[in-house]
T-cell receptor, first 109, second 117 residues
């Protein structure tokens, strides 16, 4: 599985877009990029995943660079409820999910 | 959408007793479920993969006799912490895999917080 690097923490103003980066320079051709988040004392929540193309759903957008070595999760209008730890995971299909340290996003009023 | 239910959400037990945690897929069948453990201020640690109708596979360093996993049906996996001790106090989270847009996506339960006195 490709190693991922994320900043330890980030701040974002409420109502502004939150852009969370993830570096995965050793990604292989069949590995997907997944994003999950964990709000304090809850189970992780799936956000989005992608292989090559940018993806968007009701929660967020995933922007993957053309060389696939990095990606950015975008929360278009962050709210206080988006304060959580965000995990970027890169794995091939059917592999097990191992979680790193993630990025603690603090959304501030 | 796919929902995974965990029970109990909180449990307190005395040292030396065993505790069972249930994980159910409510609206889908899950041949594979995963059990994680999380200590305070740490990330999730994968403990084992639960396979319906066969033995669970454990991650390195996880004692299979300590953490008994049973996956007797396509909608239920159980984790039993045997002879629990205070160091087993943790947040236990299960998940099930579903197929979405060509990839496997994990859906997680809300977690079970175990406190061993």
């Amino acid at each position: 599985d490709a190693k991922t690097t994320q900043p330890t923490s980030m701040d974002c103003a409420e109502g502004r877009a939150a852009n969370l980066p993830c570096n995965h320079s050793t990604i292989s051709g069949n590995e997907y990029v997944y994003w999950y988040r964990q709000i304090h004392s809850q189970g992780p929540q799936y956000i989005i995943h992608g292989l090559k193309n940018n993806e968007t759903n009701e929660m967020a957008s995933l922007i993957i660079t053309e060389d696939r070595k990095s990606s950015t999760l975008i929360l278009p209008h962050a709210t206080l409820r988006d304060t959580a730890v965000y995990y970027c995971i890169v794995i091939p299909p059917a592999n097990k999910f191992y979680f790193g340290s993630g990025t603690k996003l603090n959304v501030k009023p | 959408g796919a929902v995974v239910s965990q029970h109990p959400s909180r449990v307190i037990c005395k040292s030396g007793t065993s505790v069972k945690i249930e994980c159910r897929s409510l609206d889908f069948q899950a041949t594979t479920m995963f059990w994680y453990r999380q200590f305070p201020k740490q990330s999730l640690m994968l403990m084992a993969t639960s396979n319906e109708g066969s033995k669970a596979t454990y991650e390195q360093g996880v004692e299979k006799d300590k953490f008994l996993i049973n996956h007797a049906s396509l909608t239920l996996s159980t984790l039993t912490v045997t002879s629990a001790h205070p160091e087993d106090s943790s947040f236990y989270i299960c998940s099930a895999s579903i197929r979405s847009s060509g990839a496997n996506v994990l859906t997680f339960g809300a977690g079970s917080r175990l406190t061993v006195l």
